[in-house]
């Protein structure tokens, strides 16, 4: 996630496809999209309008061809643009995204608001209507060591098995620092070997592409073991990300691993002209 993203300001389930071609509803044709799923986005790179004009900002995403979203915690980003939204009830930004066209059952948190207000967050959630908790990041500082990275993993564990009781599937969403090694280990690798494969499934982060690792390795490596994604390409050429199909990611590939690796959603995440231009290219997908 750059400057309008978390990324820079950070520093064996199967899923059927449905056939190519149109598929008609009351003389209404509508599109195979990926996976069969509806195209979302995340709502990170829109928080300033959405704290600004809430109900305008959903309609434009629903025109854009977006289906659903994926909201970060109010209260958790209440500093980082979605302050505005704290006061507003679970039940009522649900009907208001119902009421853009728009379904949202997946959120991002930070990690020690779900350490720390777990209870009130589970209880947000169902009122929001979520399937997902997403952990955004452990927010480990700089310099923790492999050892902190495996506390904070054990940690998740014991919050998934909280929410799976709750009816919600925890995750893990990763940036470019978990593809990185600490003594001679890529720190993705370690946590895909502590994190409890059903307590905690992931949603990774395509944009790695950036540093050479492909989701579609990472889908066949761990079969069952994700939920969902966050889509964005990189151009090598430009060295900065582009919309969906005009990068290096091969997107026919990703998609069929993605099957493979569990996915259930993606959404996309680069500024919101590059999330709009993207929107054709995934109609192209089936």
Same mark, same amino acid.
């Given at each position: 996630?750059k ?10 389930s199967?899923?059927?496809i449905?056939s $190519?071609?149109?598929?008609t509803?009351? *003389?209404a044709?509508l ?6 799923l509806? =195209?979302g986005?995340q709502?990170?790179?829109?928080r300033?309008?959405l704290?600004k004009?809430?109900?305008?900002t959903?309609?434009? &995403?629903a025109a854009?061809g977006?289906?659903? =979203?994926e909201?970060c915690s109010?209260?958790?980003y209440?500093?980082?643009?979605f ?6 009830? %679970? ?9 853009a066209?728009?379904?949202?059952e997946s ?6 608001e779900?350490?720390?207000?777990l209870d009130e967050?589970?209880?947000? %959630?169902? !009122? ?6 997403? =952990? ?9 060591t492999?050892a902190?990275w495996?506390r904070?993993a054990?940690?998740?564990?014991k919050? *998934?098995e909280?929410?799976r009781? $709750?009816?919600?599937?925890l995750?893990f969403?990763?940036?470019n620092?978990?593809f990185?090694k &600490?003594?001679g ?7 895909m070997? !502590?994190l409890?494969?059903q ?11 950036? &540093?050479g690792?492909?989701? %579609?390795?990472?889908? !066949? ?11 964005a390409?990189?151009s090598p050429e430009?060295?900065?990300e582009?919309?969906l ?6 997107w026919?590939k990703?998609? %069929?691993a993605?099957? =493979?690796g *569990?996915?259930k959603n993606?959404?996309?995440e680069?500024?919101?002209d590059?999330m709009?231009?993207?929107?054709p290219? &995934?109609?192209?997908?089936?």
């Amino acid at each position: 996630m750059k400057t309008i993203s978390r990324r820079g300001f950070l520093g064996k389930s199967v899923v059927g496809i449905v056939s $190519a071609g149109y598929l008609t509803r009351g *003389g209404a044709e509508l599109r195979a999209d990926p996976l069969g799923l509806p =195209i979302g986005c995340q709502t990170w790179p829109v928080r300033e309008s959405l704290g600004k004009d809430f109900d305008g900002t959903l309609r434009q &995403l629903a025109a854009e061809g977006f289906r659903t =979203i994926e909201m970060c915690s109010p209260p958790g980003y209440k500093d980082l643009g979605f302050g505005p939204l704290v006061s507003m009830k %679970a039940s009522e930004m649900r009907e208001r995204i119902h009421a853009a066209g728009l379904k949202c059952e997946s959120c991002h948190y930070g990690f020690t608001e779900l350490t720390e207000h777990l209870d009130e967050r589970l209880a947000y %959630a169902k !009122e929001l209507g979520l399937k997902q908790m997403i =952990i955004s990041t452990f927010w480990l500082p700089k310099g923790a060591t492999l050892a902190d990275w495996m506390r904070a993993a054990g940690e998740a564990n014991k919050l *998934g098995e909280r929410t799976r009781q $709750a009816g919600v599937q925890l995750g893990f969403h990763n940036h470019n620092f978990e593809f990185q090694k &600490l003594d001679g280990q890529l720190i993705y690798d370690k946590l895909m070997g !502590e994190l409890d494969l059903q307590a905690v499934k992931m949603q990774f982060q395509v944009a790695v592409v950036e &540093l050479g690792y492909q989701a %579609a390795d990472y889908f !066949e490596k761990y079969p069952g073991r994700f939920i969902s994604m966050h889509l964005a390409d990189w151009s090598p050429e430009k060295k900065k990300e582009v919309p969906l199909g005009q990068g290096i990611v091969d997107w026919k590939k990703t998609f %069929a691993a993605a099957q =493979i690796g *569990g996915v259930k959603n993606s959404f996309v995440e680069m500024d919101p002209d590059a999330m709009k231009a993207s929107v054709p290219f &995934l109609h192209t997908l089936s």
